[in-house]
């Protein structure tokens, strides 16, 4: 047989798209060609193939050989086509049997003695694979990996010997099985950590409860970045598809996925020095960034003002779709990225404008210039703006052990709150759009009169006007899901001082 067809797939953003790699053999003067949009990386397999023939005591075909990576308009990049150019060769040139590559998918690159090196982005390939009804053969440090989806057929190998043995019927391979750091419990911060700040604590709950932007601004070492780290300690535990697509995109990046990662909510927390690309994504191939790598979890922003204005601008959009699509002119990928956005920054440059404690050194034209870095629009995205005030000394250094909630007891509020609005709408209250606001938003009479005289008194846009509800509907289903009161109402003003301030720019 001179023509041999072997199954992978190539990777395309989170999608692993079937490439086809046809082996073909004929006389003619000697060589190794590789065709289909192959990049450097893919082209150097030629060496890595015929070492790894030859040195694992296989014949290397003194012809010409061409390989086709199909569709040809499709990038390849990486070396996880090496195992199947391998296998097709020893098909074509009749040294293994070609009768069972079509119930396999194959992906990994080889070492020149033979062995299996590990991929990126195995998960978007086993779920691919495991839809099209055909078994995947991995390498096997990425076995741990590739177990996650229970459901799918998937075996590993550790050298090119045993994937030949396999097929020829003399040892089976074996199936992947789960990493047993799969069933360690996280060790999360607690929120019991947080000594005072009962006000802030209570707009973490509510923001947890209905996955709302929170925004939380106050002096230097009161405690704002401390308090959104223990925000992912309560929030649910992601189901079995969310973990699923958040190990999806963690595959495909350029850190790759860790199975101690599993099921845990993703928290990103970049460096103000970030740049656009690493906040949304992009390179070349695109690479999902931390707005992606924050998907089902939360993307946190120390020192907000202090990031480039246009980088946070490149937010906006993600904020309202939930996806981030990057557009090169040779390719265009879509990655998903339905985060819950948490914020803090300080009131000034120095820090302490407005504070009780401290006097501020800035001048009028330093904190228009410091808090007009964060645009009107972006803030008018954000549900809860919060104080967050320096702590009294007795409070600071006092004990307060046995008053103060852990993390455990408020994630048990927030689960029934969630509860509610999966019953009542099936998403949570941040995700409601307007005729379903209308529809859930039930609110009394008299807090309708109130809340009218709210975007009066603050002449709110209608995306003010309905981030206002949907922050009531959620401390309502905090309270039993009841209609919105003013009671409510009252308590979201509470969250909103950018408003009542008047600094909103």
Not at 113 to 136: D, F, I
Not at 370 to 393: F, T
């Amino acid at each position: 047989m001179t023509l041999a067809i072997v199954y992978s797939r190539a990777s395309s953003g989170i999608n692993a798209p079937l490439v086809t790699v046809e082996t073909h053999i004929s006389f003619g003067m000697a060589g190794f060609n590789i065709v289909g949009l192959a990049e450097a990386a893919v082209k150097e397999s030629r060496d890595r193939v015929r070492s790894a023939l030859m040195n694992t005591q296989f014949e290397f075909p003194e012809r010409r050989i061409t390989v086709n990576l199909a569709p040809a308009d499709l990038p390849k990049e990486g070396g996880r086509f090496d195992l199947p150019i391998a296998l097709g060769i020893l098909a074509a040139s009749g040294q293994i049997s070609p009768e069972m590559l079509s119930e396999y998918e194959f992906t990994g690159e080889l070492a020149l003695s033979g062995e299996l090196r590990a991929v990126r982005g195995v998960l978007p390939v086993v779920l691919a694979a495991h839809q099209a009804g055909r078994a995947l053969i991995v390498p096997w440090q990425n076995s741990a990996e590739a177990a996650l989806v229970q459901q799918a057929n998937v075996l590993s190998a550790r050298h090119l010997l045993d994937v030949c043995a396999h097929l020829k019927g003399e040892r089976q391979l074996l199936s992947c099985i789960p990493d047993a750091a799969l069933r360690q419990n996280p060790d999360t911060p607690d929120l019991a950590d947080v000594k005072g700040q009962l006000h802030a604590k209570r707009a973490l709950e509510i923001a947890a409860a209905g996955r709302h932007s929170l925004l939380f601004i106050g002096p230097p070492g009161t405690g704002k970045t401390m308090l959104a780290s223990r925000l992912p300690g309560i929030l649910p535990e992601m189901s079995e598809k969310e973990a699923l697509e958040a190990a999806a995109i963690a595959s495909v990046s350029s850190t790759g996925f860790s199975t101690r990662q599993w099921k845990q909510v993703p928290f990103r927390s970049p460096h103000h020095s970030s740049s656009a690309v690493a906040l949304v994504g992009g390179g070349r191939p695109p690479r999902p960034g931390e707005i992606s790598l924050a998907h089902h979890g939360v993307l946190f922003l120390d020192e907000l003002p202090e990031f480039n204005r246009h980088v946070l601008e490149c937010l906006r959009e993600p904020l309202e779709s939930g996806s981030i699509t990057i557009s090169r002119a040779a390719c265009q990928a879509v990655f998903p990225a339905s985060f819950q956005f948490i914020a803090a920054m300080n009131p000034c440059p120095c820090g302490y404008a407005g504070s009780a404690i401290d006097v501020c050194q800035c001048t009028s034209e330093q904190i228009h210039r410091y808090r007009a870095k964060i645009s009107g629009p972006l803030l008018d995205r954000i549900d809860m703006h919060v104080e967050v005030a320096r702590l009294p000394l007795e409070i600071l250094a006092g004990s307060d052990s046995g008053m103060v909630e852990n993390s455990a007891s408020v994630r048990m509020r927030v689960l029934l709150a969630r509860e509610f609005q999966q019953t009542r709408q099936g998403k949570f209250n941040a995700a409601l759009t307007v005729p379903e606001l209308d529809r859930f938003g039930a609110i009394q009479p008299d807090a309708q009169v109130l809340l009218n005289q709210i975007m009066s008194k603050f002449n709110l846009s209608a995306r003010g006007y309905h981030r206002i509800v949907k922050v009531a509907r959620t401390i309502a289903d905090l309270e039993g899901g009841d209609p919105i009161t003013t009671a409510h109402l009252g308590e979201v003003l509470n969250y909103r001082c950018l408003d009542r301030t008047k600094i909103l720019i």
